[in-house]
């Protein structure tokens, strides 16, 4: 029985994918077993899974129709044998120590969560990001008290406290079994930032490492580079998700994460989008007055961002759009 089970959700991945699984089936760390869930994909990725498991018994592929990524990670869940799980996507790949680090830490802590840090890698340049919380072990009471707190925003508009990735970590599976179904299948902005926060409300012990192994490929036409005029309607099914999180500490957090999403859909309309000034100006206006964004300006508490950032929770509160515009 593997200790371990690795989930990559697969999409027309073909180009990056037979690097992501050499990175995984080379770990230093030999038991487990690595589900790769084909989901739907229309190029070659399906024959290239299914050439791997006839070379690897660690490899099991399972195909099923495009449901999305949650759903993905959903169904490798649900075959997964391991007591623990990790996530890889599949235009990623990670450093042959990882899955020894996370698994040690978890074996030596008795850890439901061991979360790691990320390196971001793009054609210009490569950086390490480490979790802004101290490396330690935290139990129950320690992660109400000091993770919980400063989770989602560490300090400023969006500083993450604990990075939210779950590429990043390695859970225990009885916490995502707990976590996942809270979370819908067509969430897909933010959706890691709703399962590592059920999944952290639902453990008795996290761990935080100082290592980064995980190497995330920033694509030109990935979701946060590339415009989508749909992109406030998803940024409110994450709310509705996590707005349901029974927590004081963590839904404070959540009213100034909108308002720094929202600034983001707003500013995607003005320097990303292919709109004449009348037309970006008619967008951010539709965006300003949708009840969601009524509500997070008029709750969040913003006492503590800088001067530049105040200035844009209030340009926006205020449907001062001609000066957002030229702010941005």
């Known amino acids: 029985m593997p200790e371990l089970s690795i989930i990559v959700p697969i999409y027309n991945g073909a180009e990056y994918l037979e690097k992501c699984i050499d990175s995984i ?10 589900i790769l869930v084909d989901d739907g994909s229309t190029d070659a990725s399906l024959s290239i899974c299914e050439r791997y498991a006839e070379a690897d018994s660690r490899v099991v592929v399972y195909h099923k129709e495009n449901g999305g990524l949650v759903a993905a990670r959903k169904s490798g869940l649900s075959l997964a044998k ?70 989602l925003i560490y300090s400023g508009f969006v500083n993450y406290g604990i990075i939210p990735g779950v590429v990043t970590k390695a859970f225990k599976r009885s916490v995502l079994e707990k976590a996942l179904p809270n979370v819908d299948n067509d969430i897909t902005i933010g959706e890691d930032v709703a399962i590592t926060a059920y999944s952290i409300m639902n453990c008795n012990s996290l761990s935080v490492i100082d290592s980064a192994s995980y190497h995330y490929i920033q694509h030109e036409n990935s979701m946060v580079r590339v415009f989508n005029p749909k992109r406030i309607e998803k940024i409110e099914k994450l709310y509705e998700c996590i707005s349901k999180i029974d927590c004081e500490a963590y839904q404070k957090q959540v009213t100034l994460y909108m308002c720094y999403l929202i ?23 539709s965006i300003l007055e949708r009840d969601l964004s009524k509500k997070v300006f008029s709750q969040a508490d913003f006492s503590s961002l800088s001067f530049k950032n105040k200035i844009k929770i209030i340009l926006m509160k205020h449907n001062l759009i001609s000066l957002l515009m030229m702010l941005l």
């Open 25 to 34: 089936l080379t770990q230093s760390y030999k038991n487990f077993e690595l």
């Open 82 to 151: 391991g007591e623990y799980i990790g996530f890889v996507d599949c235009d990623d790949y990670i450093d042959d120590d990882m899955y020894s680090n996370l698994i040690q830490h978890a074996v030596d802590n008795g850890s439901d969560i061991v979360a790691s840090g990320i390196i971001y890698d793009n054609v210009f340049s490569r950086k390490e990001s480490l979790n802004r919380i101290k490396k330690g072990s935290y139990d129950k009471k320690l992660i109400k008290d000091e993770i919980i707190p400063k989770m």
């Open 263 to 285: 600034f983001n859909a707003v500013a995607a309309c003005v320097k990303k989008s292919n709109y004449s000034k009348k037309e970006a100006k008619a967008a951010v206006k």
